[in-house]
């Protein structure tokens, strides 16, 4: 159990491709993390480099306060779990997990006891014998997070853990991470480019673009509030709605809605240059003219199972709004998305519009309902 | 065979009301043409491999000779070479270099070398690897008599090139150590093929198992006995298989040391040579060739069979590759 500490961390590949620039993270003592991120982003960099898979081009990593970045991925107690498992086939299961112990030549009979019980904690009982070709995705996934806990490690990493699975197992797999996490409280750190799978499984993300960090926080505030267009538009398995506007006196105009200016935001000047960005999620779709409210034609309708999302051709922008069960309306109609009370958000020059001289409002810390996930 | 060929299902019916009339087969030859298309394949078969083995097995059984009344008219002596063969010291002492020879330069020096350098070769790129891969296959692609040309030249006793880098005038390799000589000069001349042969293994070794290795803190050894070896099994039997049979077949070395000096460095195939066509005793000749034909035969058959059962084991475990 560790706190992670990077600092200024730069990691340049040959050949001039900079993964990670300058990066600063710090991750708590037991805490569930995620980094975040499309292909390329660096997140898996990131990972590789704190598990010292990869030497640092400069600046530190710190486990539980002790500078390891000069050390061997041997010597850091590191758990991690590769995407593909890489377990070796000729093995056993047990042996599988048992490998560590292994080569820190603990005795035989003390680190098959130990294998065993890890085994029979991760739900793996009557397969010790078995290899790994003979199991599952789930069963061998199970196994490499054995692996990666029979040693005691003082960190845990996995890289992309559900993306190798079927639809159905990966969702079996996360509530079980979710849950396993939480009774061992070992610092986890795992990266995927799934933003639902971030959202459901970490304590806080960070999402990240070319090598930086674009926004760090919780679940609701990453979702709620993102802090620049990048992460508004990577978030939500609906996209935002992002609609250029304008500044008009105390109202923002966007595709023909006149709405209210957040409070926030009162400091912009009129006639600037803004985007406004609210989720579908958050807008209340109405068969009657409503003030304030994006007003428009409806251009498609896709059921999403417990809601529908329904495609407003708003002045030729489309807006996305997501309708409850029973209330679709069809393709043709006149509608209107009237966004929910405080739920609009104003990007400025990409990044979020907040208020002068207060910092972020804290968010209540909410877990993100299923409908945000799903 | 061809039915196989062809896609089983829809061509196949297809090709069966055609195979009817041509003679059935897919490509619609007939047995006669499809025989003419092979014949000359099989007639330098013929020529060139089986009546000189079987020639070779009824030399076997006579007197025959290179000069001499014997040659002219030869004797059958049924079974006596093959008797005095297997009885023979020279026979024994040539078998047991050999087996030198084999384990020295093939098994252990070029298996070990070539491995070594696809090792530390794995994860270079650029023009180390370049320039070590381009050594080492020049060593393999030199004709025979061009590299022992340039080995009895570094080897010299007077002004060779060995003698000059290490300053030791005088020092006459070649007798001294003529069977060391010719091992180490194997190893040099054919660690290519391993080499080649376990770079390609080792690009089947998934990283994400070396780096389950380095995480939990194994050694080299360690990470090549339990994530790389077991990955490989196939290739360096293949690979052993291989050498194995060109080694012991290997008749380079009578370029360099011409089996001398006082035979100490005499394997099989310079026996043969010098007893056949040195001494003149072609059906002794003939007899050592086809024990030497039997001792390659079981070779083949132990790695082919140690091959079969790993295959049998294997496909369980191809599921998770």
């Not at chain 1, 961390?9 to 620039?21: H, I, M, N, S």
């Not at chain 1, 890289?159 to 991470?177: C, G, H, Q």
């Not at chain 1, 999302?309 to 489309?318: A, I, K, M, R």
């Not at chain 2, 293994?201 to 198992?209: D, K, M, R």
Request: include cysteine; hydrophobic fraction near 45%; charge should be neutral.
């Amino acid at each position: 159990m560790a706190a992670i500490t990077i600092s200024e961390l730069t990691k340049v590949y040959p050949g001039g491709v900079r993964a990670l620039d300058a990066l600063d993270l710090d991750v708590a003592d037991g805490e569930f993390f995620a980094l975040l991120g499309p292909s390329g982003c660096g997140k898996t960099t990131l990972l590789r480099t704190v598990a010292g898979l990869e030497a640092a081009t400069s600046g530190t990593v710190a486990l539980g306060g002790a500078d390891v970045t000069r050390l061997p991925p041997g010597r850091r107690d590191v758990g991690m779990v590769f995407q593909d498992y890489a377990l070796f086939p000729h093995m056993s299961v047990l042996d599988n997990i048992a490998y560590p112990l292994k080569i820190k030549k603990r005795s035989k009979a003390d680190r098959h006891a130990r294998a065993a019980e890890a085994a029979d904690y991760l739900g793996l009982e009557g397969l010790g014998k078995r290899r790994p070709g003979e199991l599952s995705g789930g069963q061998q996934q199970r196994v490499a997070l054995a692996r990666a806990l029979v040693a005691e490690p003082r960190i845990f990493l996995l890289d992309e853990p559900l993306s190798n699975l079927d639809a159905r197992l990966r969702l079996e797999a996360r509530t079980f991470l979710k849950r396993l996490q939480k009774e061992l409280a070992v610092t986890t750190v795992f990266v995927t480019h799934d933003q639902a799978e971030a959202l459901a499984l970490a304590d806080r993300i960070a999402v990240m673009d070319k090598g930086r960090i674009r926004q760090l926080g919780t679940p609701t505030e990453v979702f709620r509030r993102p802090a620049n267009l990048f992460v508004a538009s990577f978030i939500g398995s609906t996209p935002m709605n992002l609609l250029p506007g304008r500044v008009e006196g105390d109202h923002v105009v966007a595709a023909g809605a006149s709405l209210p200016l957040p409070d926030e935001a009162r400091a912009l000047a009129a006639g600037e240059e803004i985007v406004c960005g609210v989720r579908p999620e958050y807008l209340d779709y109405g068969d009657r003219p409503v003030d304030g409210a994006f007003a428009g034609r409806v251009s498609v309708v896709e059921h999403l199972g417990g809601s529908a999302l329904v495609t407003l051709d708003v002045e030729g922008e489309p807006v996305h709004v997501v309708v409850g069960e029973g209330r679709e309306p069809a393709p043709g109609d006149e509608g209107w998305a009237l966004p929910r009370p405080g739920r609009v958000l104003l990007y400025r020059d990409g990044e979020l519009v907040t208020a002068p001289g207060a910092s972020e409002v804290p968010e209540p810390r909410m877990a993100p309902t299923g409908k945000e996930n799903a | 065979m061809a039915p196989l060929t062809s896609p089983p299902s829809e061509a196949a019916r297809r090709g069966g009301t055609a195979a009817a009339s041509a003679g059935g087969d897919a490509a619609g030859l007939g047995r006669g043409r499809a025989a003419a298309f092979v014949a000359p394949a099989l007639v330098l078969i013929a020529v060139f491999l089986v009546f000189p083995a079987l020639w070779t097995l009824y030399l076997g059984t006579t007197d025959y000779r290179l000069t001499g009344i014997a040659a002219s008219e030869p004797k059958f002596v049924g079974a006596h070479n093959y008797g005095d063969v297997l009885g023979d010291g020279d026979f024994h002492h040539s078998l047991w270099l050999t087996l030198q020879f084999v384990l020295g330069s093939a098994v252990i020096g070029q298996t070990l070398l070539g491995f070594a350098i696809a090792w530390v070769m794995r994860d270079r790129k650029g023009l180390v690897r370049r320039v070590v891969e381009a050594l080492v296959l020049l060593a393999w692609i030199l004709p025979g008599s061009v590299i022992a040309f340039l080995w009895i030249a570094l080897l010299d006793r007077d002004g060779g090139t060995l003698n000059a880098l290490l300053g030791t005038p005088g020092t006459a390799w070649l007798i001294d150590h003529p069977m060391a000589c010719v091992i180490v000069f194997n190893v040099w001349h054919g660690t290519a093929f391993s080499m080649m042969l376990y770079g390609a293994a080792l690009g089947n070794v998934p990283p994400s198992h070396l780096e389950t290795a380095r995480l939990a803190g194994a050694s080299t050894l360690q990470t090549l006995r339990d994530a790389v070896l077991p990955r490989i099994r196939g290739h360096v039997l293949t690979s052993l298989l291989l050498i194995s049979l060109w080694t012991f077949n290997d008749f380079t070395p009578f370029l360099i040391t011409a089996g001398g000096p006082d035979h100490r460095s005499e394997i099989m195939s310079v026996y043969v040579y010098r007893t056949a066509l040195g001494d003149g005793r072609l059906g002794f000749g003939a007899a050592i060739s086809l024990v030497m034909i039997l001792i390659n035969l079981v070779i083949a058959l132990v790695y082919l069979r140690a091959l079969r059962e790993r295959g049998r084991r294997e496909p369980r475990e191809a599921v998770t590759a």
